[in-house]
T-cell receptor, first 116, second 118 residues
């Protein structure tokens, strides 16, 4: 079974600074998808960024980018120019290839605190 | 993006009663919906996969007679917590993906429902 590990229970960053959240996963498959979701205090899950395993180029969404290391099974999230609104719990998630449906496996989460 | 709505957002009930939570995909059809349970400051734990027109698939350790799931239409799945007890108090979240667009991989999440059993 696939597993997702987030080794940082909590992280802090100063406003306008950069922070990196770690995620590793375990799988024997070659076709899969990786995600970072944000869960603010409202508890609404929000998709931050998505990476297809077959793509070598790291995904980028404005201030959010990933460092996808397929051989190392690592998928870290970098948040640049951190803002107070970035404070939330962040979940790394794994999804198997297209033919297996949309079931997600989540990591334990990392609480991100942003200091002003 | 697509919208998934849950109702109620918060429910308080007495021990022994049953509670129904609805999950609706508002602007798309979902042949599959997922139900998660989340304790404070913890991750989302998948409870079951709700399949339109057929029985739900439950994860190991989840009591199917305790957590009844019905997916009668392409836009509605319901989770009924039967004979609720205080240990069932939790945050329940549903999610759905676009039917026919499984390759995009994205799941859309409801706002969640907080259940408190007294």
């Amino acid at each position: 079974a696939q597993t997702v590990t987030q080794s940082q229970p909590e992280m802090s960053v100063q406003e306008a600074e950069t922070v990196t959240l770690s995620c590793t996963y375990d799988t024997s498959e070659s076709d899969y998808y990786l995600f970072w979701y944000k869960q603010p205090p409202s508890r609404q899950m929000i998709l931050v960024i998505r990476q297809e395993a077959y793509k070598q180029q790291n995904a980028t969404e404005n201030r959010f980018s990933v460092n996808f290391q397929k051989a190392a099974k690592s998928f870290s999230l970098k948040i640049s120019d951190s803002q107070l609104g970035d404070a939330a719990m962040y979940f790394c998630a794994y999804r198997r290839g297209m033919e297996y449906g949309n079931k997600l496996v989540f990591g334990a989460g990392t609480i991100l605190r942003v200091k002003s | 993006g697509a919208v998934v709505s849950q109702h109620p957002s918060w429910v308080i009930c007495k021990s022994g009663t049953s509670v129904k939570i609805e999950c609706r995909s508002l602007d798309f059809q979902a042949t599959t919906m997922f139900w998660y349970r989340q304790f404070p400051k913890q991750s989302l734990m998948l409870m079951a996969t709700s399949n339109e027109g057929s029985k739900a698939t439950y994860e190991q350790g989840v009591e199917k007679d305790k957590f009844l799931i019905n997916h009668a239409s392409l836009t509605l799945s319901t989770l009924t917590v039967t004979s609720a007890h205080p240990e069932d108090s939790s945050f329940y979240i549903c999610s759905a993906g676009l039917a026919g667009h499984r390759g995009s991989g994205e799941l859309f999440f409801g706002e969640g429902s907080r259940l408190t059993v007294l």
